[in-house]
């Protein structure tokens, strides 16, 4: 374990210089007075696909850039957003966090890396992509489309859009080579990561190279109470550790003046990452049941090749882009099940579960994009896209029951899924357009087919092969915004978005993962689409951006589980179905503000009502109201920042936890934090930082939303330091 520090602190890597900025498919709009705040960027590409000033768009969209992640040394960007509005989390520990957007997750929000996804059709409908496959300390920025996007970005964006912008060589005129250095340590999991990045230019060729390491164990949640539950004691949280590692590179040539061609590489590599559980007898349940949900291995590589050029002056566009990429997902997944039968058969007498499966997708993909000045004043984007993903995979299962005699073992090698492909292509146009001073109207549409087929696949008969599902959506959206004064903007949007089935919920047929269920493959689900609407105000000043929204997105024909009232062999089953209506409606408002003196504040309030619209039975797992906020301090130049954070969560009452121990409503909590980032002297060519945050402060039990009915609560305090060197 010596040597292993050892190379971490040798072979640590870090965030790249603030001068490093991601290049965006059009020009950086001019700065404005909310250029400076705090902790919001004031610009989008994730809402619009050019750069866009956020004030100047009707889409509800958050956006935080590198600045506020050097400072807050997160796990992950769920870290970053849990403390603002609309906007949760799903999962525990360093790498296994994902993102929800109000109340949606899994496959209904779509993660993407520079505007191309990320999402692949393999994965369980309530567990999207994780965004550890992005390295975070390589991010110029990160983006939150709040809503629906279907229109630009297809399929699974049906609840909102995850975009990581990564950092790109440094632009003409630089030809110095530009690095940095970082050690990170965070107390709850013993966590220690390392992180490289060094980047320059020769002319027209400019590159970037980085590489991580992080290795984080279990972590000790605190004593206390939460709901019906109280823990006399803190309680180990196990299966969240991971030691992962990613590495990436992007080489640039500057074709032109105004053109850029782009290549990048990357690589994600993790080792013990899991579900997470608590002793369930901590929990006070005296069945003995333990299921552990694990993934041993998982490995990600990406190829990714970009061209882009603006200025062009051609009849059909001023500026193009084209980007295509492919890439490889391997990995494992253990389920580990132990049921003992109690007395008064003997302590040994029970049933050990396990299974193991394997996948190997690869996934392809290409989009091309244009944008069209017309007159000055009106803006085309429009384009098309194409992605495959060819999934693989193979199961084994063994199931060892122990009662008086010698155990005995039945084995099964029959896969859960078929070998599938999943391919989809759309073309897509949305404009933009003043139709007077103070009114701009923004309309777009786009037009996607399809298809799912499986594959021969050992083990399975030949009718599992060959099975096909093929659907098209046309989908289209209207907004508008009006400039009541140079300072407000009324906004309200209109649109329709869609979801294709993926595989898992199509042809799965087995045991579910939590080992409670059996799955019935359900070939013939149609699509998710959805009716959004989004109403509400942007303020600026020189001292304050504001915002506020109601939004109501009603998804027709959601996909849910529901059990059928049979079993298949000792297990109850349950079949993916298209329910009517899943509503999703509430109110977010934001506010940041520069007091003086170098302080700013920041607050936000949201509240969240799901519930299935025809039978009544709510249908959500995310909070049913969030207010928070941070007091920050900023010292002359910036040498050091200070920052206060809490967030509330209310009891919501209308959510189905199950047989979770907390009870049937979802308890409120309140947590804080606090961070502090030194700019040290500078010494040589090396200029010092270190970050320290203390999160949980008040040391308190409690575990996120959707995080409650299988109970896996948060760290206890933790302390988080980071020192970064930059060259």
Avoid: C
Wanted: overall charge positive; proline content about 5%; glycine content about 10%.
């Amino acid at each position: 374990m010596r040597s292993s520090s050892v190379v971490l602190l040798l072979g640590a890597l870090a965030l790249p210089v603030s001068t490093v900025s991601a290049q965006t498919s059009s020009p950086t709009p001019q700065s404005d007075s909310t250029a400076k705040m705090a902790k919001l960027a004031p610009i989008t590409v994730s809402a619009t696909r050019t750069a866009t000033l956020i004030f100047q768009t009707a889409t509800p969209v958050l956006s935080v850039d590198s600045s506020v992640i050097r400072r807050e040394v997160p796990n992950g960007i769920g870290d970053l957003f849990r403390n603002l509005p609309g906007v949760d989390v799903t999962g525990v520990g360093p790498s296994q966090v994902r993102l929800m957007i109000r109340g949606q997750r899994g496959q209904r929000i779509l993660l993407a890396e520079d505007g191309l996804r990320m999402n692949n059709a393999r994965r369980q409908q309530d567990f999207g992509e994780i965004s550890s496959l992005t390295d975070i300390n390589e991010l110029a920025s990160v983006e939150v489309v709040r809503g629906p996007a279907s229109v630009l970005y297809g399929t699974d964006a049906i609840g909102g859009v995850v975009n990581q912008i990564t950092l790109n060589p440094p632009r003409r005129g630089s030809s110095t080579i530009l690095g940095s250095v970082m050690y990170r340590h965070s107390s709850a999991d013993a966590q220690n990561l390392g992180h490289l990045r060094l980047s320059g230019r020769d002319g027209r060729f400019g590159f970037t190279a980085s590489a991580g390491r992080r290795e984080a164990g279990n972590y000790l949640a605190p004593a206390g109470s939460f709901g019906n539950l109280t823990l006399a004691s803190q309680q180990l949280v196990n299966d969240v550790g991971v030691r992962d590692r990613n590495y990436a590179a992007k080489l640039s040539y500057d074709a032109g003046e105004n053109s850029r061609v782009t290549l990048g590489l990357s690589r994600y590599e993790s080792r013990d990452a899991g579900f997470g559980y608590v002793d369930p007898r901590a929990l006070g349940d005296t069945s003995g049941v333990v299921v552990r949900l694990l993934y041993p291995d998982q490995r990600v590589n990406r190829v990714t090749a970009t061209y882009q050029a603006s200025a062009l002056g051609w009849g059909l566009a001023d500026r193009f882009s084209f980007a295509t990429f492919t890439g490889s997902n391997t990995r494992s997944f253990d389920q580990q099940i132990d049921i003992p039968f109690g007395a008064p058969l003997p302590p040994t007498a029970g049933m050990a579960i396990r299974t193991h499966n394997y996948t190997d997708i690869g996934s392809y993909g290409a989009r091309m994009e244009l944008v069209k000045v017309i007159g000055g004043r009106h803006t085309l984007v429009y384009g098309a896209d194409w992605y495959l993903d060819h999934s693989t995979n193979s199961d084994a299962s063994n199931t060892t029951t122990t009662v008086f005699g010698p155990p005995t073992v039945r084995t099964s090698n029959t896969p859960t899924l078929p070998n599938a492909n999943y391919a989809t292509a759309g073309a897509f146009a949305q404009g933009e357009f003043a139709l007077a001073s103070r009114l701009t109207m923004s309309a777009g549409a786009r037009a996607q087919t399809i298809q799912a087929t499986t594959r021969t696949t050992a083990g399975l008969s030949a009718d599992r092969s060959g099975v096909s599902a093929s659907n098209s959506a046309l989908v289209g959206n209207l907004s508008a915004k009006f400039a009541a004064s140079s300072r407000l903007n009324l906004v309200a949007t209109v649109g329709r978005a869609f979801r294709a089935p993926n595989l898992i919920e199509r042809y799965f047929d087995g045991a579910t993962a939590e080992g409670n269920g059996y799955q019935v493959a359900s070939p013939g689900l149609a699509p998710e689409t959805s009716l959004n609407m989004d109403v509400g105000f942007k303020f600026r000043s020189d001292r304050l951006y504001a915002e506020a929204t109601y939004f109501s997105n009603t998804i027709h024909d959601g996909i849910r589980i529901v059990p059928l009232g049979t079993k298949v062999g000792n297990f109850p089953a349950y079949q993916n179905q298209n329910v009517a209506k899943l509503r999703d409606q509430g109110v977010e408002a934001l506010a940041e503000v520069k007091v003086g003196s170098g302080f700013a504040v920041l607050a936000h309030a949201t509240t969240l009502n799901s519930k299935n619209v025809d039978r009544t039975n709510p249908v959500g797992d995310s909070y049913g109201s969030k207010i928070g906020g941070e007091v920050s301090w900023r010292a002359p130049g910036s040498r050091l920042v200070l920052a206060y954070e809490i967030r509330h969560q209310g009891i919501r009452k209308d959510i189905d936890l199950g047989t979770s121990p907390v009870g049937a409503e979802l308890p409120a909590f309140t947590v804080h934090a606090v961070r502090a980032s030194f700019r040290l002297p500078q010494f040589g060519l090396m200029r010092p930082e270190l970050d320290v945050a203390v999160n949980n402060l008040t040391n308190v039990l409690y575990a996120e939303a959707s995080n409650t009915s299988f109970f896996r609560p948060e760290p206890r305090r933790s302390l988080t330091t980071a020192l970064r060197l930059d060259f």
